[in-house]
């Protein structure tokens, strides 16, 4: 299984800022996916991120608010952009094994942001 | 509007007995059911799956049962532990490799002594 870390773990930010959130796997993977879990709710996807090409967003999601990078298979960004309080979520980075030809994703640990 | 639904929160079970974690979904589209475990402080993982052409997962302690009929998915962990005490998320694909999944809110479920 992929072992991910993200930094930061958690932050607090003041309204109309930017925080960029960092990806690691420790191997390459193809596809990398970017979830929100506003409090007390589901995991969201925001978008799946390529390499090589412009990352895909899912409705209600766009890349003026969530640009993404990917420059390669084994890293990825993701910065909320503008920030306001309804933006306070827990970031998660996720990868899959194209491999196991099956729908597991493994998670990073998550990025916890409050908005002030 | 949620495609996948867990209507329970959260559920309280005693040590050694069965805890059951509910989840429904409104697309018969879906082919491949997912059930994952989520510590505070920790991304979710993987616990057991199950795809459309089977009703009956079963991994160790925890078993998975998928009603097509009713759109219904099911948890099944027996006997419980108090490290079974965690946010459970089902998850739900189109089919079996396809990327995007689509999770329920989570039930928290907490095993006491």
């Known amino acids: 299984s992929a072992v991910i870390s993200q930094k930061p773990s958690r932050d607090i930010c003041q309204r109309g800022t930017s925080l960029t959130i960092q990806c690691q796997v420790d191997?390459?993977?193809?596809?990398m996916f970017w979830y929100r879990q506003q409090p007390g709710q589901s995991l969201t996807l925001i978008a799946t991120?390529?390499?090589?090409?412009?990352?895909?967003?899912e409705s209600g999601f766009v890349i003026d608010k969530f640009p993404i990078s990917r420059p390669n298979l084994t890293f990825s960004t993701l910065t909320v952009s503008n920030m306001s309080p309804e933006d306070s979520s827990i970031y998660l980075c996720?990868?899959?094994?194209?491999?196991?030809?099956?729908?597991?994703?493994?998670f990073g640990p998550g990025t916890r942001l409050t908005v002030l | 509007d949620q495609q996948v639904k867990q209507n329970s929160p959260s559920l309280s079970v005693q040590e050694g007995r069965i805890s059951i974690l509910n989840c429904d979904y409104t697309?018969?589209?879906?082919?491949?059911f997912l059930w994952y475990k989520k510590y505070p402080a920790e991304g979710p993982t993987f616990l057991i799956s199950?795809?459309?052409?089977?009703d009956k997962n079963e991994d160790g302690r925890f078993t998975v049962f998928l009603n097509k009929s009713a759109k219904h998915l099911s948890l099944h962990i027996v006997p419980s532990q108090p490290g079974d005490s965690a946010v459970y998320f089902c998850?739900?694909?189109?089919?079996?490799?396809?990327?995007?999944?689509?999770f329920g809110q989570g039930t928290r479920l907490t095993i006491n002594p």
């Open positions: 996720s990868v899959t094994d194209p491999g196991q030809g099956n729908n597991e994703q493994f």
């Open positions: 191997s390459q993977v193809t596809m």
């Open positions: 991120a390529n390499q090589g090409s412009e990352a895909t967003y």
């Open positions: 697309n018969s589209m879906f082919d491949y």
């Open positions: 199950i795809s459309s052409i089977k």
């Open positions: 998850a739900v694909a189109r089919a079996q490799g396809a990327q995007k999944l689509v």
